[in-house]
């Protein structure tokens, strides 16, 4: 079995639940403010590490009390930290989160995430059925530092393209599993993408960010997932459920989808397995404590399959 790496952000969610979002420039009132352990680089480490990956995180947390909190919290989820730095010139990543009607707008402060660097990544060992995952909350020079060595090692490299901005062409072509979310699709493929659109128009956009060996993944929230894989399509029907928060979905998609191609399971395994354990995440509040078990995900699809 091959272990997981995941050099990303580590964050302290603060969240705010109202009846709905405020316009610009208006204030409503909120019921509850909540802390939860978030940050993408966070978030897909938790999932992978709950559904029994070997996962290490690379990252950097502030000397404070959140850092401090969070530093605990992934301890005890069994992500290991060696690799994580305390950082004494800038505070602990902090995403503020508004959700209303279970859907949410985030802002994020990167702080310590900003100052993650190519030295960062260099101590960590990887082997070829190794799973090094990366997204967009770190500096893309530390990602492509990362990227070079797992592929010279022939491990297998998932970029999430989150939150969307341009990316470097030369990491572009060290990614061996590239997933976006709709939104992040239009702006990397450049073309307007909606969800009331024809599927094709996705397939044609996922395709165009394909070359031959590489795999895009397309998140669809209720709808399910798209990957083109070697050109073709290949859907996963997204499952019913009663959606509580969507933050840290995507997350846990990807995270999954590592823990499983660590475990060498066929990639449609993977990919069907991955679609359950985000229906799971977004019935409840959070993003990192949000993270499925294997008994979880498991029931879920025995539940789906009776239905």
């Known amino acids: 079995m091959g272990r997981v790496f995941v050099a990303g952000s580590i964050n302290m969610d603060v969240v705010a639940t109202a009846e709905r979002h405020p316009r610009v420039g208006e204030t409503v009132a909120g019921s509850a403010v909540l802390y939860f352990p978030g940050g993408k680089g966070a978030n897909q480490a938790v999932a992978a590490a709950k559904l029994g990956a070997p996962t290490t995180l690379i990252g950097r947390l502030g000397k404070d009390a959140f850092g401090e909190q969070l530093r605990t919290f992934l301890a005890a989820q069994g992500v290991d930290l060696d690799f994580v730095k305390d950082t004494a010139e800038a505070h602990t990543g902090t995403a503020i989160i508004t959700v209303a009607n279970a859907d949410n707008t985030i802002v994020v402060v990167p702080g310590a995430n900003a100052l993650v660097s190519p ?105 399910g997932v798209l990957a083109v894989v070697r050109g073709q399509p290949l859907f996963v029907a997204g499952r019913p459920v009663k959606v509580a928060d969507t933050t840290g979905a995507g997350d846990c998609f990807v995270g999954a989808l590592a823990a499983s191609i660590a475990r060498q399971a066929a990639f449609r395994d993977a990919l069907y397995l991955a679609n359950v354990a985000a229906s799971v995440c977004v019935q409840r509040m959070g993003a990192a404590p949000s993270m499925p078990t294997p008994a979880e995900v498991e029931a879920a699809m025995v539940a789906g399959l009776a239905n």
Do not use: H
Not at 151 to 164: D, E, G, K, S, Y
Not at 180 to 202: H, K, Q, V, W, Y
């Open 119 to 223: 030295e960062d990544v260099t101590a960590p060992v990887f082997a070829r059925d190794d799973v090094v995952v990366s997204q967009l909350e770190i500096p893309q020079r530390a990602i492509l530092a990362v990227f070079r060595r797992a592929t010279q090692v022939r491990a297998t490299t998932i970029l999430n393209v989150a939150p969307a901005m341009e990316v470097d062409d030369e990491l572009l072509t060290l990614v061996k599993i590239l997933v976006l979310n709709e939104s992040e699709l239009s702006f990397l493929a450049g073309t307007d993408l909606r969800d009331c659109d024809d599927p094709a128009r996705f397939v044609e956009a996922a395709r165009s960010l394909g070359r031959k060996d590489r795999i895009v993944c397309v998140t669809l929230g209720k709808r």
